[in-house]
């Protein structure tokens, strides 16, 4: 059973930076592409990123250059270094091992606020 678990979210504030992790158990970690996902207040699925088992990355147009996901599959972790947040930035942040939609399955989320 695939199994991820979110972390790192919080409180910050605009500019500021927080670092997600994803815990991955009950699947073939190395052999998978992952994505970070995320769920703005009342808004739909938004995809962020996407890290394939090559370590090739694919960033959406509005965070390249901000955010970094990188991966450990020694930990069978997945990471979301995200740079210089908006406002527009809070969201439920979730990894999935999905590369398109309905990009399941997915974690319960990790809360990310960015406000002053």
């Known amino acids: 059973e695939v199994q991820l678990v979110e972390s790192g979210g919080g409180l910050v504030q605009p500019g500021g930076s927080l670092r997600l992790s994803c815990a991955a158990s009950?699947?073939?970690?190395?052999?998978?592409?992952m994505s970070w996902v995320r769920q703005a207040p009342g808004k739909g699925v938004e995809w962020v990123s996407t890290i394939w088992y090559g370590f090739h990355t694919n960033y959406a147009e509005s965070m390249k250059g901000r955010f970094t996901i990188s991966r450990d599959n020694a930990k069978k972790t997945l990471y979301l270094e995200m740079n210089s947040l908006k406002v527009e930035g809070t969201a439920v942040y979730y990894c999935?091992?999905?590369?398109?939609?309905?990009?399941?399955?997915r974690g319960q989320g990790t809360q990310v606020t960015v406000s002053s």
């Open positions: 999935t091992t999905a590369t398109q939609r309905p990009w399941s399955p």
């Open positions: 009950g699947f073939n970690f190395g052999d998978r592409a």
